[in-house]
């Protein structure tokens, strides 16, 4: 093996010397981390050419001389533009190297005599040490700067360090699971300022506000300059049957086998359950609406009215969005498949009616916006067993820290979810392609009816509330601009990766702009 070329191989030396500057940084910097960070799931910057590793900082995780260590690395790409990731790193030697190259080999970095080196996320004692120094609210120093602890409610309720997994699905993030009580989720990509994710969650938990998880504590970095930024974000283990998406998928599948099979009233049943469900979920979602704009005092969390600004940017923003996908429409129209290429050809021939939606948005709203989940779908969901749970406020992880903590009317996030409802009555059929000619209609007004329901019971919940207009005609503008502006995004996505599901948001345009709302 050699210390320039894959396999490396690293010298022998003590654990702490490892890290420290000089050869051995050059060596990490130059080779380690240049082959090991772009092949991992949670790198976002794989198509962005990324030129440059640093090491901004090391901080060891505990006192232990052996302890892993919590790199900082900053990534500069050919545009020179940088982010900075979170890899931490342990040395393992004996059985747990062993252990580790048979069960994660694609987290080595590197070997030595009897050891590997490899992304900590893997090791227990790691994954220990970050929860005792959120317990007890440790600080640990390092070359730049210094990790602290911060407990919360649901962490200092337990008693010793429980045993703990990294869970094996990562994407942008990494996640741990810490007995039946704690889920620890490692952010990989980093910014400095306040995260959404856990500032909304200590919030809520302070509300007291129980269809969230709660707020159980966090590790925080702050450089020498004061610079601050969240490493690690704990909260309650909610006890769950997975998400709402793939609940939701089920419930329809079931549906659809009823029908096929004729029985009305097993067909009926279903439908009346799903109602229900996405009526309490309109519920649960008010709620949460309500949780995060009861704050009167506090700047972060205040409400603020809706300035005339606000609509002239969604206006703007639609707009743009409308002139990229008409675009794209029209250099990609041969090639689209049916019935992708009559839906997509209907669209342009409103583009007057779609310019005049989005301009109507620009108009005075007699409203407030507020903080918002940000990034609100089934996928966001928890399904509990008879009632849901509201996960991941970090918003939408490619807008940056302070476009993610800004406030918005809520009608977006309801504009979100009923888009996602839609995406799963059609996501559906693709397990009945063979009966898709059949099942299509009822899918249709499957999508109809639970939006009706999920929309009647969040207007409900959230009547009188300060983010609600004066006017139900504003109301509806402003959710049909919301609509509109998640619709188009997902045109772009689907005509670039996934053509067969392009019909999917081209028709929730279209009964938009055809049949108003």
């Known amino acids: 093996m050699s210390t320039t070329e894959p396999p490396f191989s690293l010298p022998d030396m003590a654990h702490e010397n490892l890290f420290a500057p000089g050869a051995q940084r050059e060596l990490f910097e130059r080779y380690l981390l240049p082959a090991y960070i772009p092949r991992c799931r949670w790198f976002a910057g794989k198509a962005r050419d990324p030129r440059r590793f640093t090491v901004s900082d090391v901080v060891p995780v505990s006192p232990a001389p052996d302890a892993a260590r919590l790199l900082l690395i900053d990534v500069e790409y050919a545009d020179k533009s940088t982010e900075t990731y979170l890899l931490p790193l342990q040395l393992l030697t004996g059985q747990a190297a062993s252990d580790l190259a048979s069960t994660h080999p694609q987290a080595i970095l590197a070997r030595s005599t009897g050891g590997v ?125 997975g998400d709402a998406w793939g609940f939701t998928l089920g ?18 049943k279903i439908e009346t359950e799903s109602l229900n469900r996405a009526a309490q979920l309109g519920t649960r979602t008010g709620e949460m609406h309500l949780a995060l704009a009861s704050e009167t005092t506090d700047p972060d969390f205040a409400a603020e009215s809706l300035a005339p600004a606000d609509g002239q940017a969604l206006s703007k923003s639609i707009l743009a969005s409308a002139q990229h996908v008409l675009g794209l429409i029209s250099a990609k129209l041969a090639a689209l498949p049916e019935p992708a290429r009559s839906l997509a050809s209907r669209l342009v021939a409103l583009e007057s009616v779609l310019r005049a939606r989005a301009e109507a948005v620009s108009s005075s709203i007699s409203a407030a916006k507020t903080r918002t989940h940000g990034d609100y779908h089934l996928g966001q969901v928890l399904e509990t067993g008879g009632d849901f749970v509201i996960i991941d406020f970090e918003g ?22 009923l888009r996602s409802f839609d995406y799963a009555a059609h996501a559906a059929l693709e397990s009945h392609a063979e009966d898709h000619a059949t099942l299509a209609p009822h899918a249709t007004l499957w999508s109809a009816k639970v939006q009706l329901a999920f929309l009647d019971a969040w207007l409900a919940t959230t009547n009188g509330a300060v983010f609600r207009a004066d006017a139900t005609a504003q109301e509806n503008r402003l959710l049909e601009a919301f609509l509109l502006e998640k619709a188009l995004y997902e045109v772009v996505y689907e005509i670039n990766n996934r053509p067969t599901w392009l019909p999917i948001p081209l028709r929730g345009m279209l009964t938009l702009l055809e049949n108003g709302r």
């Open 117 to 241: 080196l490899c992304d900590a996320i893997h090791d227990e004692a790691f994954r220990s040490a970050l929860f005792t120094l959120i317990v007890a609210s440790g600080t640990r120093s390092g070359e730049q700067g210094s990790i602290t602890g911060q407990p919360g409610p649901a962490m200092t309720a337990i008693e010793g360090i429980p045993s703990s997994r990294a869970l094996a699905v990562e994407q942008s993030n990494s996640s741990v699971v810490y007995g039946d009580h704690i889920f620890l989720k490692l952010y990989r990509r980093l910014e400095h300022g306040m995260n959404p994710d856990a500032e909304i969650l200590r919030f809520l938990s302070s509300r007291d506000f129980p269809h969230a998880p709660p707020f159980a504590g966090a590790v925080e970095h702050r450089d020498t300059e004061g610079h601050a930024c969240v490493l690690a974000l704990a909260t309650g283990l909610v006890p769950n049957k």
């Open 251 to 268: 419930e329809l599948r079931r549906w659809f086998a009823t029908l096929l099979e004729g029985d009305a009233a097993a067909a009926a």
């Open 396 to 417: 939408e992880p490619l807008r940056s820290l302070a476009t993610r903590r800004e406030k918005r009317s809520p009608f977006r996030d309801v504009a979100g979810m």
